[in-house]
């Protein structure tokens, strides 16, 4: 199983970026797993950022995001997006896309993410 996460770049604060995550294999039926994004800086643990169900009609978000993203998804294309407005310089990060087969849950702790994506960067200027 391959996630391939694209979208990062050089935003100003106050910008916006969508960030974009395919995923392909064989054996991997995108629809039924939970999609989420994650975001890492240097030296920190690896973040919950959003969420959302296998079929998209559920999603959860990190307060310090909640508000200026949205996750989304299109399962014919095994895409997950994240659109981020409003970015603030504290959104600098690696950005990471995830897949979880197991039970829509607001809260699926972060060992229980079965497939990990290369991250992107993401860079916010002041």
């Known amino acids: 199983v391959q996630l391939q996460a694209s979208g990062g770049g050089l935003v100003q604060a106050g910008g916006s970026l969508r960030l974009s995550c395919a995923a392909a294999?064989?054996?991997?039926?995108?629809?039924?797993?939970?999609m989420a994004w994650f975001r890492q800086t240097s030296g920190s643990e690896r973040e919950f950022v959003a969420a959302?169900?296998?079929?998209?009609?559920?999603?959860t978000y990190a307060d310090s995001v909640r508000g200026r993203f949205t996750i989304s998804r299109d399962n014919a294309k095994n895409t997950v997006y994240l659109q981020m407005n409003g970015l603030k310089p504290d959104d600098t990060a690696v950005y990471y896309c995830?897949?979880?087969?197991?039970?829509?849950?607001?809260?699926?702790?972060?060992?229980?993410?079965?497939?990990w994506g290369v991250g992107t960067q993401v860079t916010v200027s002041s």
């Open positions: 995830a897949a979880d087969g197991g039970s829509w849950s607001e809260f699926v702790p972060i060992l229980r993410y079965d497939y």
């Open positions: 294999g064989r054996a991997f039926s995108f629809k039924r797993y939970i």
């Open positions: 959302i169900s296998s079929n998209g009609g559920s999603s």
